[in-house]
């Protein structure tokens, strides 16, 4: 039996995926520039709200809530756009990814803190608006949704 579809509108979810077999693709800043462009792509386009996000050198966490397309979709599409647009020729991402729901303000604040203290934890930075591919970085431009 399928697990059947979430409808959509269903909420705001802090996303995980990973690289396939953990690669450290995103240890080059090229490829970080890229999948942020990718990720800023498909939110202009109005397919998800980004509320938040960090890329990670194996990893990536977004905080959003998809627009008229079910979660599976809105990844999808990040997925799918970075990897058709770095033109590898290897595998780029795991199959699946993870979400939670942030069922409140509480849950979505949580999130935020958990990606943004990302890579702190992992010693890559000092405080959250060090780290260049984050949306709490402090030079960012990028345009992300408020709460």
Same mark, same amino acid.
């Given at each position: 039996m399928s697990i059947p579809p979430r409808p959509v509108h +269903?909420?705001? &979810?802090?996303?995980?995926?990973?690289?396939?077999?953990?690669?450290?693709? /995103?240890? @080059?800043?090229?490829?970080?520039?890229? /999948? @942020?462009?990718?990720?800023? $792509?498909?939110?202009?386009?109005? $397919?998800?709200?980004?509320?938040? /996000?960090?890329?990670?050198?194996? $990893?990536v966490h977004l905080l959003l809530t998809p627009q008229n397309i079910t979660l599976e979709r809105a990844v999808?599409?990040?997925?799918?756009? /970075? +990897?058709? %647009?770095?033109? +590898?020729? &290897?595998? @780029?991402?795991?199959? +699946?990814?993870? *979400?939670?729901?942030? %069922? *409140?303000r509480e849950g979505f604040l949580a999130a935020r803190r958990y990606i943004h203290m990302n890579p702190v934890e992992e010693r890559m930075c000092e405080t959250p608006e060090d780290y260049k591919w984050s949306s709490a970085w402090k030079g960012a431009q990028r345009p992300v949704a408020s709460e």
């Open positions: +269903s909420g705001t &979810f802090l996303v995980t995926t990973a690289t396939y077999n953990r690669r450290r693709l /995103f240890q @080059v800043i090229a490829n970080c520039d890229l /999948f @942020v462009e990718t990720l800023q $792509h498909y939110r202009r386009q109005g $397919h998800y709200l980004l509320h938040d /996000f960090v890329v990670m050198p194996e $990893h999808g599409l990040i997925k799918g756009g /970075f +990897s058709h %647009r770095l033109g +590898s020729k &290897f595998p @780029v991402w795991q199959r +699946s990814f993870t *979400d939670q729901r942030a %069922r *409140d």
